[in-house]
C-alpha cells in the first residue's frame, strides 16, 4: 500500500470517528443560539460563530454523521443494485444485456440533479435515509456500466468455461467464478458512489430542498448562503464545512486510485 | 474393437454467417485416444466445445453409451474438458483445493484432493496453493486431475500441450497416455501439431476449413497422407507455426469457394471441379480415406 | 446504420423516460402542494391557466391515468409547460426561454473548455508518466472533490469581496439594457468570468485524470511500440497513435456524464444568481414551483440529448469502426 492510500484511509478513518463521537465531543449544542454574534474563530469558539451565535465547530462536528451516514448507505444500495444490473447483463449477453444497458445508459444521461430536487421537494418529510434511497436510485448506473464491461470481458475467460465444463450451475459461476474477480471493481464502484452521494447529499441541503433540523455540512453552508455571509466578509461560516467536504473526497479518491493501481498493474509507478 | 463411449453425427455449427464447423461426425471409443489435426481456424476448437456441451450445435447430435443424454450434468459426469491454456482455464483467486473439490462436490465422488493431485503426480501440498504459484506445466496436471474428478469416461484435451515449454510437453502427453490405459478413457486430442499426434494417437482426424478432410489409424495418415493438406501440413513441419503462414490464403477467397472444396483455393493440386463440386470421402488403405478429387478415379 | 440506429432508439427512449417521470412524480408523491398553489392564486388565474395547470399535475381525478398521459402529450406538444408561480403570470415556456441561452453560453462554453483543456493536459501527463506532471493528480484530485458551488463560494468571497475586482452576480451590469452593443457585451463577459473559471476548475481534474489513465494503458500497446521502433516523432506517436485511441472512451465517457456535469454547472448559476437555468431551478425551489422545476428539468435533458448527439457525431469522425458499420 503507498502512502496515498493510506493518506486517504487514514482521513477517512478520521472522519469515520467524528461521525461517531461527534455529537458527545462538541463543545456547544449546534443549534443554540449564543450571545457572540458572527464572530470569527476564538479560543472559545474555534470556527466562529454564525449570526445567531450558534457555534460552528459544534455544527461541523454534530454534521458528520449525516454525511457519512447518507455516503455509507447510498454507496452499499446503489453498489447492490449496479452489480445486480451490471453483472446479470455482462454474463447473460444478447436481449438481456440491451435492455438492461439502456437502462443504465438512460439513468446516467438524464440530470440526476433537477429530477431529485424535484422529487425530494415534492416529499413532505425528506429525512436522511428516504434522501438517501432517493440518492441511491440514481447513483448505481456509472458502476453498472463499468462491471458490465469487466464481466463481459470475464464471461470469455477460460475459467468461466472450464467450471461450466465442469457442471457448475450459473449462479454459482457468477457469486463464486466471476464476482470475486471483480472485487476490485466493486470496491472502487462502491467508493466512487460514496463520493457522488455525499456530494449530492450537501448540495440538496445547500439549496434547502432537504429537512434542515438535522445537521451536516450543507446545511452549513445553507445558513452560511441565505445569510448573506459572503458579503459580511464572515468567511468561517463556508469555508471549514467546505474544506472537511473537499477533505473527505479527495480521500475517497486517493483510495479509489490504490484499488485501481492495484487492480490496473500499468497504472502503478514506475520504477526506475 | 473398444467400446464406443461418444458419437457425434453430423454436427454443424455456424455462427451468423460464418460455418465453424460443417458436417462433423466422429467416434470416440474407450482406451483409445483419436487426434484431431487442424490449423487455427480450422474449427477443432469448436468441435471440442460442441463435444464438451459448451455450445449448442446447429444441426447434428451428440450421443453418449449409444443415447442422448437430455441432462447436461449428467453428461458433464462422462464428459469431461482440459482446455489449451493453463494460465487462463484456473480461477485466479481460488486455491487448487478450491478448483478440485469442487467437481468432487457437484459429482458426489468419495476422492480426497490429496488422491486427486497423486494421481497427477503432484505433491499433496499442492493444494493450498495459488494458481499463480505454479508452473505452466503444473496448472495443466491440476487441470487433468479436475477433469479427472467426475470419473469421466470420454476426456476431450483442446490443445493440451501447446501453451507449454517443449521440454514438458512429453510429460504431460505422457501422463494422459498413462491415465487412459489406467482409466480405460476415450481420449480427444485436439492438435495443430501432427507430429505429436503419431506418437500421441491411436486414430488421427485431419480438419480444414470446418470439414475433416483425411482420416485414418495416426500411422498412415502422419506417413502416407493422402489429402494435399495433410501432406503439406507435414512438409511444414516441423515447426507448425510456420505451416499456418505458408498455407496461408486472404479470407476471402478462402470464403469464396463454399460451393466445392474447402481447400481448393490453397490446393497446389486443384482441378476444375473443385471449385464447384464438394469432393466425396475416397478409400485409400485400410481403414484410411479421404476427401479428395484427386483419389475418386483409383477408386472408381 | 445499426450504430445511428441504437442511438437514435436510445435517446428517443430517455426522452420519453424523462417525460413519464415527470408526468408521474407529482401524482405518485404525497400531499397535493399545487392544489394549495392554486387555492392561494385563487382567483388571478383564468380558466384556460387553470387548465393546463390541471392537465401537467393531474388534479383531475375524474379522468383516468391514461386519459390523463395523453392530454400530457398533447399539453407538451403544444409547448404549454404551465404558469410559474414565482414569475406568475408568465408561462413556464417563456421563462426558460429567456434564460436557456444564458445556460447554454456558460455551461456549454465552459464544459466543451474543460473538456479539452482537461484532455489535452491528461495526453500530456500520461505520455510523461513518471514526471512532475505526475505531482499534479493529487492537487487536481482536491480541486475535483470541492463541490461546484463552494468554490464559486469561495471565488466570489476572494474576487468580489475581498479584492473587488469582478461582479459577484449576474449576467450583466443592471440597468443596461440587453442588446447587440460593446457595452453590453462587454458587461457579459467580464460577469462570465468568474462562474465560467469555477466552472472549469472544478469539472477539468475529471478530464484529465480519466485521459492520463487511458493514455498509460494505450502507451503499452503494441501499434504505439512499433510506431515507436519505426522512429516516428514523439509528437506524432503521442497524437496519431496513442491518443487518438485513448481519447474514444473519453469521448462516450463525456456524453454519458454531461447529465452531471451539466447539474453541477447548475448550482454555479445558483450561487452567482446568473439569468441561467439554474438560477430559474433555484427560485423555483424557494417557491415551491412545480411547473417551473419541471420545466427546467426537461429543458436540460433535452439540451443534454442534443449535447450526446453531437458527441456521438465525434465518435463517428474518429472511429472507423463504427463508420464502416454506419
Redo the contacts between chains.
Keep these: 500500500m503507498n502512502f496515498k492510500t493510506r493518506l486517504g484511509l487514514g482521513i477517512l478513518a478520521f472522519f469515520t470517528l467524528i461521525a461517531v463521537i461527534g455529537s458527545w465531543i462538541a463543545p456547544y449544542d449546534p443549534s443554540a443560539m449564543g450571545d457572540d454574534l458572527l464572530s470569527p474563530p476564538s479560543g472559545a469558539h474555534w470556527f466562529g460563530t454564525t449570526m445567531t451565535g450558534q457555534d460552528i465547530f459544534s455544527q461541523v462536528l454534530v454534521g458528520t454523521r449525516g454525511v457519512m451516514v447518507v455516503g455509507l448507505v447510498c454507496g452499499v444500495l446503489a453498489t447492490f443494485l449496479s452489480i445486480l444490473v451490471g453483472v446479470t447483463a455482462g454474463f447473460l449477453g444478447g436481449a438481456a444485456d440491451e435492455a438492461l444497458s439502456m437502462l443504465s445508459n438512460v439513468f446516467l444521461v438524464i440530470p440526476a440533479l433537477p429530477l431529485i430536487i424535484i422529487v425530494a421537494s415534492m416529499l413532505p418529510s425528506a429525512d436522511t435515509v428516504l434522501i438517501a434511497a432517493v440518492i441511491s436510485l440514481t447513483a448505481w448506473a456509472w458502476g453498472a456500466r463499468i462491471l458490465r464491461a469487466q464481466t463481459m470481458s470475464l464471461r470469455r475467460r477460460d475459467f468461466v468455461e472450464a467450471a461450466r465444463a465442469s457442471g457448475e450451475r450459473t449462479w454459482r459461476i457468477i457469486v463464486f467464478e466471476v464476482l470475486p474477480n471483480l472485487l476490485a471493481v466493486i470496491g472502487s464502484g462502491f467508493v466512487g458512489t460514496v463520493i457522488f452521494a455525499v456530494m449530492l447529499q450537501i448540495t440538496l441541503s445547500f439549496v434547502g430542498v432537504v429537512s434542515l433540523s438535522t445537521w451536516n455540512w450543507g446545511t452549513i453552508l445553507f445558513w452560511a448562503q441565505s445569510n448573506q455571509a459572503l458579503g459580511q466578509g464572515a468567511w468561517w461560516w463556508f469555508v471549514p464545512a467546505g474544506l472537511c467536504i473537499a477533505l473527505l473526497g479527495t480521500a475517497l479518491a486517493l483510495i479509489n486510485f490504490g484499488i485501481d493501481e492495484y487492480a490496473n498493474p500499468r497504472l502503478r509507478k514506475v520504477r526506475a | 474393437m473398444n467400446e464406443v463411449a461418444l458419437e457425434a453425427k453430423g454436427l454443424v455449427k455456424t455462427y451468423k454467417r460464418v460455418r465453424a464447423v460443417q458436417d462433423v461426425s466422429l467416434v470416440l471409443r474407450r482406451g483409445r485416444v483419436t487426434a484431431l489435426v487442424g490449423e487455427s481456424g480450422s474449427g477443432k476448437s469448436t468441435v471440442a466445445?460442441l463435444l464438451?456441451r459448451?455450445v449448442e450445435p446447429t444441426e447434428g447430435e451428440i450421443l453418449l453409451d449409444g443415447r442422448k443424454v437430455r441432462r447436461?450434468?449428467e453428461y458433464?459426469?462422462k464428459v469431461?474438458?482440459v482446455?489449451?491454456?493453463p494460465f487462463?482455464?484456473?480461477?485466479?483467486?481460488?486455491t487448487i483445493r478450491y478448483h478440485l473439490t469442487?467437481?468432487l462436490k457437484?459429482?458426489k465422488r468419495p476422492e480426497t484432493v490429496e488422491q486427486l493431485l497423486e494421481r497427477v503426480n503432484l505433491p499433496a501440498d499442492f493444494a493450498a496453493r495459488y494458481p499463480h504459484e505454479l508452473s505452466g506445466g503444473q496448472r495443466q496436471r491440476v487441470?487433468i486431475a479436475?477433469?479427472l474428478?467426475?470419473h469421466p469416461e470420454v476426456l476431450l484435451a483442446d490443445e493440451p500441450v501447446s501453451m507449454l515449454d517443449v521440454s514438458i510437453r512429453l510429460g504431460v502427453l505422457n501422463l494422459l497416455l498413462d491415465l487412459k490405459e489406467r482409466l480405460k478413457l476415450a481420449v480427444l486430442y485436439i492438435t495443430h501439431d501432427i507430429a505429436s499426434a503419431r506418437y500421441f494417437a491411436d486414430e488421427t482426424f485431419v480438419m480444414y476449413g470446418g470439414q475433416i478432410v483425411e482420416g485414418g489409424d495416426s500411422e498412415s495418415v502422419t506417413q502416407q497422407p493422402a489429402h494435399p493438406y495433410t501432406q503439406l501440413l507435414i512438409e511444414s513441419a516441423p515447426d507448425p507455426e510456420r505451416a499456418v503462414v505458408a498455407l496461408d490464403a486472404p479470407v476471402e477467397e478462402v470464403a469464396a469457394v463454399s460451393a466445392g472444396c474447402q481447400f481448393a483455393a490453397r490446393c497446389p493440386k486443384v482441378q476444375d471441379r473443385c471449385w464447384t463440386d464438394a469432393p466425396p470421402r475416397s478409400d485409400v488403405g485400410e481403414g484410411h480415406w479421404a476427401a479428395c478429387w484427386l483419389y475418386v478415379e483409383a477408386a472408381a | 446504420m445499426t450504430f445511428l440506429l441504437r442511438r437514435g432508439l436510445f435517446y428517443l427512449i430517455t426522452l420519453w423516460a424523462a417525460i413519464t417521470a415527470n408526468f408521474l412524480l407529482p401524482r405518485l408523491l404525497p400531499g397535493d402542494p399545487v392544489q394549495a398553489m392554486i387555492t392561494k392564486l385563487g382567483g388571478r388565474l383564468n380558466s384556460d391557466a387553470m387548465a393546463s395547470l390541471y392537465i401537467l399535475f393531474g388534479l383531475d381525478e375524474k379522468k383516468s391515468i391514461w386519459e390523463q398521459y395523453v392530454d400530457y402529450w398533447g399539453a407538451l406538444a403544444r409547448g404549454d409547460l404551465g404558469l410559474s408561480f414565482t414569475f406568475f403570470p408568465t408561462p413556464v415556456a417563456d421563462v426558460l426561454s429567456q434564460s436557456l441561452p444564458w445556460t447554454l453560453g456558460l455551461v456549454g462554453v465552459t464544459t466543451v473548455i474543460a473538456f479539452l483543456l482537461g484532455t489535452l493536459m491528461g495526453v500530456y501527463a500520461g505520455w510523461k508518466r513518471g514526471s512532475w506532471m505526475d505531482s499534479l493528480i493529487p492537487v487536481t484530485t482536491f480541486l475535483s472533490s470541492i463541490p461546484y458551488f463552494w468554490l464559486g463560494l469561495i471565488a466570489i468571497s476572494v474576487f468580489s469581496v475581498t479584492f473587488p475586482l469582478l461582479p459577484a452576480s449576474g449576467g450583466y451590469a443592471a440597468g443596461l439594457v440587453p442588446e447587440w452593443s460593446g457595452e453590453f457585451i462587454g458587461s457579459v463577459l467580464e460577469h462570465a468570468v468568474l462562474p465560467g473559471i469555477t466552472i472549469v476548475v472544478s469539472s477539468v481534474a475529471g478530464w484529465i485524470l480519466g485521459m492520463r489513465n487511458m493514455m498509460v494503458t494505450v502507451t503499452a500497446e503494441d501499434y504505439v511500440l512499433v510506431a515507436r521502433a519505426k522512429g516516428l516523432s514523439q509528437k506524432r506517436i503521442m497524437f496519431a497513435y496513442a491518443a487518438r485511441n485513448a481519447v474514444l472512451p473519453s469521448i462516450s465517457g463525456f456524453a454519458l456524464s454531461l447529465g452531471f456535469i451539466v447539474g453541477g454547472a447548475l448550482l454555479v448559476e445558483m450561487v452567482f444568481s446568473y439569468p441561467g437555468l439554474g438560477y430559474v431551478l433555484f427560485q423555483g425551489i424557494g417557491a415551491k414551483d412545480y411547473p417551473l422545476m419541471q420545466g427546467v428539468f426537461l429543458v436540460i435533458t433535452l439540451a443534454v440529448l442534443v449535447a450526446n448527439l453531437l458527441a456521438d457525431i465525434g465518435y463517428l469522425l474518429l472511429d472507423p469502426r463504427t463508420r464502416r458499420e454506419g
Design positions: 466445445k464438451a459448451l447436461v450434468r458433464r459426469r469431461q474438458m482446455f489449451q491454456d487462463a482455464s484456473l480461477n485466479p483467486v481460488h469442487r467437481p457437484i459429482h487441470a479436475r477433469a474428478a467426475a
